[in-house]
Nanobody, 121 residues
Framework: QVQLVESGGGLVQAGGSLRLSCAAS????????MGWFRQAPGKEREFVAT????????YDADSVKGRFTISRDNSKNTVYLQMNSLKPEDTAVYYC??????????????WGQGTQVTVSS
């Protein structure tokens, strides 16, 4: 079992920045792919970014390329999502998730409770 707890969400103006954190605990949590997903009201949950357990490989959704950066610190069992140049369409509940493997469409195994990000225009 892996437990995930997100933090860092909030309200920010368009063009601003936020950094989300996800603290992981549990069995071999540092060996998992750690991903961020988001779900806006009335929309399906979508992939945002993921990072492998060494931090050497990252994958981003086209909608956030050049604006969001995912990183991890395995000494702290924490993954981060630095979000810059935020847009109103980035408004969503952001979820941290963990999976032993990653491929497009993969259903991650463990999920956090989510943190709200609201971007005002």
């Amino acid at each position: 079992q892996v437990q995930l707890v997100e933090s860092g969400g909030g309200l920010v103006q368009a063009g601003g920045s936020l950094r989300l954190s996800c603290a992981a605990s549990g069995r071999a949590s540092s060996r998992y792919y750690m991903g961020w997903f988001r779900q806006a009201p009335g929309k399906e949950r979508e992939f945002v970014a993921t990072i492998n357990w060494t931090g050497g490989n990252t994958y981003d959704a086209d909608s956030v390329k050049g604006r969001f950066t995912i990183s991890r610190d395995n000494s702290k069992n924490t993954v981060y999502l630095q979000m810059n140049s935020l847009k109103p369409e980035d408004t969503a509940v952001y979820y941290c998730a963990a999976s032993m493997i990653h491929y497009p469409g993969r259903q991650y195994d463990y999920w956090g409770q989510g943190t709200q990000v609201t971007v005002s225009s």
